[in-house]
């Protein structure tokens, strides 16, 4: 069964600073990955995807991610976080069976929080 | 704008009640889906649905009921034989195979 490890429940930063936000996978096959940020009290909007070519992908607010299928992992940074970054970061694979997409299974999420 | 409408945002229960949470999209997508979450256990799905009359149970559909006779609609009930109903619940809908959801505000159940 596939499974999404967000081995950080809450991580600090300071204002300025990178930020790397770990996650590490299992799936059978060649996987889609998520990346989902949600403030509180709110829905989860995302970040960027990865399905396939170039291993880097770039997001909306700054966001980057790297896919490393030997280390099954698929990690977020940002290289100087502002202090409205500051919020839940899920990791999801994507489900599929012959009928088509069967939802996310989504990590257990990173609680990031800027300090000043 | 196009986007998936939840509501209510906010609702109370007394134990023993069904209740039904509401979920609407103008997206024109095919997938519908509904996830429970809890603080520090990411989301869990319940149900989702891939074409209207058809749905399926996720991991967590013990205790909730779902209907799909509308495309743009896929409304959840939690019923009294779930156990433990206050929690966060988010709807979400995917218009491609490959899976990537847009997601509605939420809607935070509290039984009394």
């Known amino acids: 069964a596939q499974s999404v490890t967000q081995p950080d429940i809450h991580i600090t930063v300071s204002e300025g600073a990178s930020l790397e936000l770990r996650c590490n996978y299992s799936?059978?096959?060649?996987?889609?990955l998520f990346w989902y940020v949600q403030s509180p009290g709110q829905g989860l909007q995302l970040l960027l995807k990865y399905f396939s070519g170039d291993t880097l992908v770039q997001g909306i607010k700054g966001f980057e991610a790297e896919f490393k299928r030997s280390q099954s992992s698929f990690n977020l940074r940002k290289p100087s976080v502002h202090w409205s970054d500051a919020a839940e970061y899920f990791c999801a694979v994507g489900l599929y069976s012959g009928g088509g997409a069967d939802g996310l299974t989504f990590g257990k999420g990173t609680h990031l929080i800027i300090q000043p | 704008d196009g986007g998936i409408t939840q509501s209510p945002k906010y609702l109370f229960r007394k134990e023993g009640q069904n209740v039904t949470l509401s979920c609407e999209q103008n997206l024109n997508h095919d997938a519908m889906y509904w996830y429970r979450q809890d603080p520090g256990q990411g989301l869990r799905l319940i149900y989702y649905?891939?074409?209207?009359?058809?749905?399926q149970k996720g991991d967590i559909a013990e205790g909730y009921s779902v209907s799909r006779e509308k495309k743009e609609s896929f409304p959840l009930t939690v019923t009294s034989a779930q156990k433990n109903p206050t929690a966060f619940y988010l709807c979400a809908s995917s218009g491609t195979n490959t899976g990537e959801l847009f997601f509605g505000e939420g809607s935070r159940l509290t039984v009394l």
């Open positions: 649905s891939q074409i209207v009359n058809d749905f």
């Open positions: 799936y059978g096959a060649t996987p889609y």
